[in-house]
């Protein structure tokens, strides 16, 4: 085979979408799509068995399996780039998908022409976001150097002790999952948590929530909890 084919495994949930991408893929004359497959439990020994160089994802396999699928091809196919597309304008869940192995990231809104450039960047060894989140990757690799002030984040916040040592965690960009498992709760008990460190550090995400706590900028919304 011709070194400069790029090849492509396509996962997604909807058959339309499999079938306008084969057609898109195969107009260019330097890509070969190995296959189309729906989102299931064996997608990762699929995709190393395929040999693909790259594997393109839509957002719906994504979100069904909590990012796993990501997580799974990377470690079943370490040499197999997956870029994802259809995805959502979100930092928290670009940084999900980065921490998962995903090397490419495209915006619902992204063209044919985005897709094509981008699993061909992708295959060159570049990795692939739009610029609006490039900001959040800076942020998420400086954030765990700095340090937490332990009495400033239990006093001026008034976070619960839970709260307290789940803070840290977010910073250094577990997810929710991980986070549970460290302290042997529930995946909803730490997204409850969450949610209320947010309210009470008035802040939209994560990272929002974890520079507010580090910096002081913070505005407190009620009282404090015990």
Same mark, same amino acid.
């Given at each position: 085979m011709d070194d400069s084919v790029i090849s492509i495994l396509l996962v997604a949930g909807n058959r339309l979408l499999r079938e306008a991408l084969t057609k898109l893929f195969h107009k260019r004359g330097d890509f070969r799509v190995c296959g189309?497959?729906?989102?299931?439990?064996?997608?990762?020994? *699929?995709?190393?068995?395929?040999?693909a160089?790259?594997?393109?994802l839509d957002s719906v396999c994504v979100q069904i399996s909590h990012f796993e699928i990501i997580a799974d091809i990377?470690?079943? *196919?370490?040499? !197999?780039?997956v870029v994802l597309i259809d995805m959502d304008d979100d930092a928290d869940t670009f940084l999900e998908c980065v921490r998962a192995?995903?090397?490419?990231?495209?915006?619902?809104?992204?063209?044919a022409t985005d897709v094509v450039a981008g699993v061909r960047a992708v295959a060159r060894g570049q990795a692939l976001c739009p610029p609006q989140l490039n900001i959040h990757l800076f942020r998420a690799v400086l954030q765990p150097w700095t340090p937490f002030s332990t009495t400033r984040v239990r006093v001026e916040l008034g976070l619960t002790r839970r709260?307290?040592?789940?803070?840290?965690?977010?910073?250094?960009?577990? !997810?929710?999952?991980e986070i549970a498992s460290r302290f042997h709760l529930s995946e909803? !008990?730490?997204?409850?948590?969450?949610h209320r460190m947010l309210r009470r550090v008035g802040a939209n995400d994560r990272l929002a929530m974890v520079d507010l706590a580090r910096h002081g900028t913070f505005s407190i919304k009620g009282g404090a909890q015990f």
């Amino acid at each position: 085979m011709d070194d400069s084919v790029i090849s492509i495994l396509l996962v997604a949930g909807n058959r339309l979408l499999r079938e306008a991408l084969t057609k898109l893929f195969h107009k260019r004359g330097d890509f070969r799509v190995c296959g189309g497959l729906v989102c299931q439990s064996d997608v990762s020994t *699929a995709v190393a068995e395929s040999g693909a160089q790259v594997a393109l994802l839509d957002s719906v396999c994504v979100q069904i399996s909590h990012f796993e699928i990501i997580a799974d091809i990377h470690r079943s *196919a370490p040499d !197999t780039k997956v870029v994802l597309i259809d995805m959502d304008d979100d930092a928290d869940t670009f940084l999900e998908c980065v921490r998962a192995g995903a090397v490419g990231y495209l915006l619902k809104d992204a063209s044919a022409t985005d897709v094509v450039a981008g699993v061909r960047a992708v295959a060159r060894g570049q990795a692939l976001c739009p610029p609006q989140l490039n900001i959040h990757l800076f942020r998420a690799v400086l954030q765990p150097w700095t340090p937490f002030s332990t009495t400033r984040v239990r006093v001026e916040l008034g976070l619960t002790r839970r709260q307290q040592q789940i803070l840290p965690l977010v910073a250094q960009g577990l !997810t929710n999952k991980e986070i549970a498992s460290r302290f042997h709760l529930s995946e909803q !008990t730490v997204k409850n948590h969450v949610h209320r460190m947010l309210r009470r550090v008035g802040a939209n995400d994560r990272l929002a929530m974890v520079d507010l706590a580090r910096h002081g900028t913070f505005s407190i919304k009620g009282g404090a909890q015990f």
